[in-house]
């Protein structure tokens, strides 16, 4: 992912924030504040045909400061609407781990609405699994929602 990658990366994050089920955020954050809230290792687009039409993109955020947690980190992946059922989702996983294990990442944990049953499935396909779920964690639109927790720890490192 690139900073001239962000129009479209936004696009498909408003998308997402759109359906009410991929995240507690309401706006998408301005590319500055997003860039700084992200890790630098496993940054992803899925491009289209030519390259210049991005499918989906995948990136890591430190759970913690602390630097106990630096091998840990949260899962963010977007896929847009059109290419959704297409294995968009999965390849950006296959390199997010791949790129994460690379960086000395050992446990990749995402927290994910009880709704938003496929990316649960894309997550347990690439071996996360579930540790809990949070109940009524927090308020979105005047609702309370419960967040599932998974993590996946690797094989390689850790």
Not at 1 to 10: F, G, S
């Amino acid at each position: 992912m690139r900073a001239q990658d962000w129009p479209q990366v936004r696009a498909i994050y408003l998308a997402g924030i759109a359906t009410g089920n991929a995240t507690f955020e309401q706006n998408v954050p301005e590319w500055e504040k997003w860039d700084a809230g992200h890790l630098h290792q496993a940054r992803i687009v899925a491009r289209g045909k030519g390259d210049a039409e991005i499918l989906g993109w995948a990136a890591l955020s430190a759970v913690s400061g602390r630097c106990v947690y630096a091998g840990v980190a949260e899962v963010s992946v977007y896929v847009a609407e059109r290419p959704r059922g297409r294995r968009v989702g999965w390849q950006l996983m296959e390199r997010l781990i791949t790129d994460s294990e690379t960086a000395g990442i050992w446990t990749l944990q995402a927290g994910i609405f009880p709704e938003n049953a496929a990316s649960i499935a894309l997550h347990e396909r690439a071996g996360f699994r579930v540790v809990g779920r949070r109940e009524r964690i927090g308020q979105m639109n005047g609702l309370w929602r419960d967040v599932v927790l998974l993590e996946r720890r690797s094989s390689i490192i850790g």
